[in-house]
């Protein structure tokens, strides 16, 4: 399958419900998913900032499964390219920078007003919300998600899900397209 790159920002990594379900897609193959170790350290400082209760150690121990279990992830290189980079936030001149050292197709990301078409457009890259990136790998590979999104489902164990409580969740992560696609194949999640 392998098709295309996505670069995912930290902001869709945030959220571990939707950092599992991109992960399990990631995993499967059906596109090659880059991120930095920039990217980690956003999310990572993010949920800390908003979730004291967590250890800083755990979500590491989450950062170094994510780069073991997905092939070719960690992009690297691409520094040089971030000052020569225009977006309404410098702080996401590193997001762009290592799309395009990735090759990336697509920026998966909720900040799309901070990856502007006109700036995106001469490198061959777009922003997507998570919403409609996995609703593209659901028209592109409906079995495939249907059996990514049931083996990650299966393997929730504390507490287990039902399919509508699976769905629930991830309608809660700003994913209201892919869950009425996904509700369509609930026999099969």
Known sequence: MDS????????????????????????????????????????????????PDLKRAQLERTRDLMNAHVRDCLVTGYESLIDGLDL????????????????????????????????????GIEAQHPDEFIMHAIDLWPGAVCAVAKHHRSILKNPPKTVGQYLDTLARMELPNTVAQLRQFDELL
């Open 88 to 123: 309404p936030d410098p702080d996401d001149r590193h997001v762009l920078a290592a799309a395009i050292r990735a090759g990336a197709s697509v920026i998966v990301t909720f900040n799309l007003k901070d990856f502007p078409t006109d700036r995106l457009e001469p490198y």
């Open 4 to 51: 295309f790159t996505a670069l995912y920002d930290a902001c869709v990594l945030y959220p571990a419900p939707l950092r599992d379900f991109l992960m399990h897609l990631a995993v499967a193959d059906l596109y090659r998913a880059r991120w930095t170790d920039q990217i980690h350290d956003e999310w990572i400082d993010a949920l800390l900032e908003k979730r």
